[in-house]
């Protein structure tokens, strides 16, 4: 019984190595030999964009989704809701949110504060639930 399991231990342990070596990734060496002699390096730099400054500082280039049509067109600040403005505000962390009163923080706020405290509970019980 001793000899059966250590040669299955044994071909179990060749068969992890050899899954190993197969299923490692590699990278190619080097890259095509380039003709024309010895490079100096122009084939590297980076290519200058096609696009003239009028279309990238009035169009949206890449917003356009469908197979078909335009880039959308950039539009005045006015011409778009106010709350766009907002996706970009800087929302306070939970440190922050804990050293305020809860009696005065505004709603939104508030449900922030619920939210990320439980995230930290939930975080806290399984780091100590892995430990165990």
Do not use: Q
């Not at 197969?22 to 190619?28: E, I, K, S, Y």
């Not at 024309?36 to 917003?63: C, F, H, M, Q, Y």
């Not at 067109?73 to 800087?90: R, V």
């Not at 706020?109 to 930290?120: G, H, I, S």
């Amino acid at each position: 019984m001793a000899m059966t399991c250590r040669g299955s231990l044994r071909s179990l342990i060749l068969t992890k190595e050899a899954v190993g070596v197969v299923g490692r990734r590699t990278f190619a060496a080097g890259g095509k030999a380039k003709k024309g002699g010895k490079g100096g390096g122009a084939g590297d730099a980076p290519k200058a964009s096609s696009l003239s400054k009028e279309i990238k500082s009035t169009t949206v280039v890449g917003g356009n989704i469908l197979k078909e049509g335009t880039d959308p067109k950039l539009l005045a600040d006015s011409e778009y809701p106010d709350w766009l403005g907002h996706l970009l505000d800087k929302k306070p962390a939970l440190s922050e949110l804990r050293r305020k009163n809860i009696e005065t923080l505004p709603y939104d706020d508030l449900k922030r504060l619920v939210k990320l405290d439980n995230r930290a509970r939930i975080k806290e019980h399984n780091s100590v639930k892995a430990k165990h």
